[in-house]
T-cell receptor, first 111, second 115 residues
């Protein structure tokens, strides 16, 4: 069975600095997708970034980028120039059939 | 396009009652998935509907059921409510569904409290 592990339950970062959230996953599949979702205090789950496993190039979306290491089954999220609005719970998710979530990392951006 | 909508946003019920939650997907999306989110268990997959058929099911008791209508709107029903059913219930829609590794877009959730 596929699993997703986020080993950092909580993290904090100063405004304007860079932070990296870690995620590892386990699968025997070769074709799958990986996602980072953000859940702010409003509880609305928002898609941050998506990575197709068959693509070697790391996905980027403005200040958000990933470091996808397929062989190591690692999928970290880097947030550059952190903003107060980035404060949220971040979930890493794997989709090969069902969408499977990690336990989440609570990120606090401090002024 | 309008996003995924869920109604009601908040609900308070007592043990033993039943509840129905509703989800309207993004226009054109045919797949609707339901998730339960609790502090202890995190996000857990309940079931997925595609073209009015349940295509996938998570590991939940039969008290949890759902259906999808011809307009892709979906409802989830929980019968004989237990205290442990208190949770945020999230609905997500996608074009073709999870088996096609489609991106899922989430609604704002329904917060259910069972007293």
């Amino acid at each position: 069975a596929q699993t997703v592990t986020q080993s950092q339950p909580e993290m904090s970062v100063q405004e304007a600095e860079t932070v990296t959230l870690s995620c590892t996953y386990d699968t025997s599949e070769s074709n799958y997708y990986l996602f980072w979702y953000k859940q702010p205090p409003s509880r609305q789950m928002i898609l941050v970034i998506r990575q197709e496993a068959y693509k070697q190039q790391n996905a980027t979306e403005n200040r958000f980028s990933v470091n996808f290491q397929k062989a190591a089954k690692s999928f970290s999220l880097k947030i550059s120039d952190s903003q107060l609005g980035d404060t949220a719970m971040y979930f890493c998710a794997y989709q090969g059939g069902k969408l499977i979530f990690g336990q989440g990392t609570e990120l606090s951006v401090k002024p | 396009k309008a996003g995924v909508t869920q109604t009601p946003r908040y609900l308070i019920k007592t043990r033993g009652q039943q509840v129905t939650l509703s989800c309207s997907p993004i226009s054109g999306h045919r797949s609707v998935s339901w998730y339960q989110q609790t502090p202890g268990q995190g996000l857990q997959f309940l079931f997925e509907y595609f073209s009015e058929t349940q295509r996938n099911k998570g590991n939940f008791p039969g008290r949890f059921s759902g259906r999808q209508f011809s307009n892709s709107r979906s409802e989830m029903n929980v019968s004989t409510l237990e205290l442990g059913d208190s949770a945020l219930y999230l609905c997500a829609s996608s074009l073709l569904g999870q088996g096609n590794t489609d991106t899922q877009y989430f609604g704002p959730g329904t917060r259910l409290t069972v007293l």
